[in-house]
């Protein structure tokens, strides 16, 4: 039997070719890269060995995450003056501790949103209150609402939530009285760099009040949004001061230049004095520490003996040298 093929034209030629080269196409494209159902298995293992590792865990939005880190406490904050009758106050929860002292700074957030910010801008001081929980419906109430609404008058906030004014020592905002409050502490404005960007204002305090019968730990609770509307309110108290062998590595030492040059270091564990050799003269601890730990306070002492030689010499954390 004979098979006649019989000729092709030049246009299913043409054809042919252009389905052969699309195929040859496709091969080297599976060989160059895994095919759509190839990639939906590995993303599948993928996806499998991502929840193997992340067992402990769920997935949450990093637009929700300061509601995992929210500083606390939550503060009232005034400003103005209370001799011309332009004293406000408001609710404030984002504020952070910038550093120890040299001096001591504290941010908060406040913006152009908020009534007391051009009082801020204007006067560049306030008062941060530390209000306890017995005053947490006040407070979260008093958050809710701003003198600029058309029912309030300008300072009419303190007479309809019952808040006491008084002068304070330093700064012309007001304190704010009252059993429950924890606290107040007067501040002026520090740094504004970042305030247009991220109504960041860095704020030094220059003036402090604690109420004696409200101390943080002995009877003044505080009380910490949690981003959404709850709370956490200030409870068990844990003493590790014994554990905190590593204290000293952050002491700032006060450099004195006297008859007797010495240098003195100030923690939350007590106060050690050197003298100019670098040899401990006087450690009144507060708590007991370790052997580790006043070994290092010794090798401390040598340090900061040597950075009362040098002009502003500074070490560890934030230590200076005053002259």
């Known amino acids: 039997m004979t098979l006649q093929i019989s000729s092709i034209s030049e246009e299913e030629e043409a054809l042919l070719a252009m389905v052969r080269k699309r195929k040859a196409q496709e091969e ?91 009082a801020l801008k204007k ?15 006040v407070v979260v109430d008093l958050g809710n609402c701003s003198k600029d609404d058309d029912e309030l008058e300008e300072t009419s906030k303190w007479e309809r939530f019952g808040l006491d004014a008084q002068p304070a020592g330093k700064v012309k905002a007001p304190l704010v009285g009252g059993e429950h409050i924890i606290a107040n502490i007067e501040c002026v404005v520090e740094d504004t760099k970042m305030v247009s960007k991220y109504s960041m204002w ?11 019968n409200m101390k943080p730990g002995e009877g003044g609770k505080m009380f910490h949004h ?35 040059p010495a240098s003195t270091m100030y923690s939350p564990v007590g106060v ?37 030689l040098t002009s502003a010499a500074n070490w560890s954390a934030r230590a200076v040298s005053d002259r």
């Not at 860095?202 to 004696?212: F, R």
């Open 202 to 212: 860095i704020l030094k305090p220059v003036k402090a009040w604690i109420n004696p």
């Open 272 to 308: 050690v004095v050197f003298g100019r050799d670098g040899e401990v003269v006087e450690l009144k601890a507060e708590v007991p520490l370790p052997g580790d730990s006043v070994k290092r306070i010794e090798r401390l002492g040598e340090r900061a003996e040597r950075a009362s």
């Open 226 to 260: 949690r981003g959404d509307g709850t709370f956490v309110v200030d409870g068990e108290v844990l003493d590790l001061k014994d554990r905190m062998v590593k204290c000293t590595e952050y002491l700032s030492p006060a450099i004195k230049s006297n008859a007797s």
């Open 28 to 118: 080297q494209d599976e060989t160059s890269t895994p095919s759509s159902k190839s990639t939906k298995t590995s993303g599948k293992k993928q996806k499998q060995v991502r929840l193997k590792e992340h067992r402990d865990f769920d997935p949450y939005p990093p637009s929700k995450v300061y509601r995992l880190i929210e500083p606390g406490p939550v503060l009232l904050v005034t400003t103005g003056s209370l001799a011309d009758g332009t004293h406000n106050v408001m609710t404030i929860g984002f504020h952070m501790v910038i550093q120890h002292e040299s001096p001591p700074l504290i941010g908060i957030s406040l913006g152009p949103w908020d009534a007391s910010f051009a």
């Open 123 to 137: 006067q560049r001081e306030c008062v941060l209150a530390v209000p306890s929980v017995e005053m947490a419906k």
